[in-house]
T-cell receptor, first 115, second 115 residues
Framework: KAGVTQTPRYLIKTRGQQVTLSCSPISGHRSVSWYQQTPGQGLQFLFEYFSETQRNKGNFPGRFSGRQFSNSRSEMNVSTLELGDSALYLC??????????????FGPGTRLTVL | AQTVTQSQPEMSVQEAETVTLSCTYDTSESNYYLFWYKQPPSRQMILVIRQEAYKQQNATENRFSVNFQKAAKSFSLKISDSQLGDTAMYFCAFPSYNQGGKLIFGQGTELSVKP
């Protein structure tokens, strides 16, 4: 089975621009979660989608948004980029969102640099 | 609030030796899972080992084992016969109760295995 894929792997943008990142989960997985990883704040949960619905949301401003398609692929969008948005964005998929087991499989990440 | 704390930002160990990484957590739940993830320089997050809280037996995966002490809310990772490929960031994590796909991560421990 193919793993979680994320595109693009690297991205350079300037302040004020917007960006869209894509994540394709493992086949059969219906839950997709997004995390932001920075040296200062560590790994922080952005949001989670299950069956095209946002189920959980972290503590991020409204500039961060996402969606999930019927094939479970997910995109996240960041508008009006700020320097502090420079980070590694990780996507993770899992089979069953309702289970406390909830093993998540991570993609390789998208490294976003905002200049 | 549910929290995860890793008190060792950096550790180093000689090849073939044993090292233990510490993790403490706080939750009011009685049954839950705990995870150790490894993030090598390639940035791909990989699940190393999982522990179910109601199981008293400590989980073991080849050279990796945990010391799970539920009453003390402690979940340490022991790596035996350390190899150069074990060099990575290690994160302790557990699912946020009733929030599906949200994982709460510790700050991470950067492990260096020296030849």
């Amino acid at each position: 089975k193919a793993g979680v894929t994320q595109t693009p792997r690297y991205l350079i943008k300037t302040r004020g621009q917007q960006v869209t990142l894509s994540c394709s989960p493992i086949s059969g997985h219906r839950s997709v979660s997004w995390y932001q990883q920075t040296p200062g704040q560590g790994l922080q949960f952005l949001f989670e989608y299950f069956s095209e619905t946002q189920r959980n949301k972290g503590n991020f401003p409204g500039r961060f948004s996402g969606r999930q398609f019927s094939n479970s692929r997910s995109e996240m969008n960041v508008s009006t980029l700020e320097l502090g948005d420079s980070a590694l964005y990780l996507c993770a998929s899992s089979l069953d969102v309702s289970s406390s087991y909830n093993e998540q499989f991570f993609g390789p990440g998208t490294r976003l640099t905002v200049l | 609030a549910q929290t995860v704390t890793q008190s060792q930002p950096e550790m180093s160990v000689q090849e073939a030796e044993t090292v233990t990484l510490s993790c403490t957590y706080d939750t009011s739940e009685s049954n839950y899972y705990l995870f150790w993830y490894k993030q090598p320089p390639s940035r791909q997050m990989i699940l190393v080992i999982r522990q179910e809280a109601y199981k008293q037996q400590n989980a073991t995966e080849n050279r990796f084992s945990v010391n799970f002490q539920k009453a003390a809310k402690s979940f340490s990772l022991k790596i035996s016969d350390s190899q150069l490929g074990d060099t990575a960031m290690y994160f302790c994590a557990f699912p946020s109760y009733n929030q599906g796909g949200k994982l709460i991560f510790g700050q991470g421990t950067e492990l260096s295995v020296k030849p």
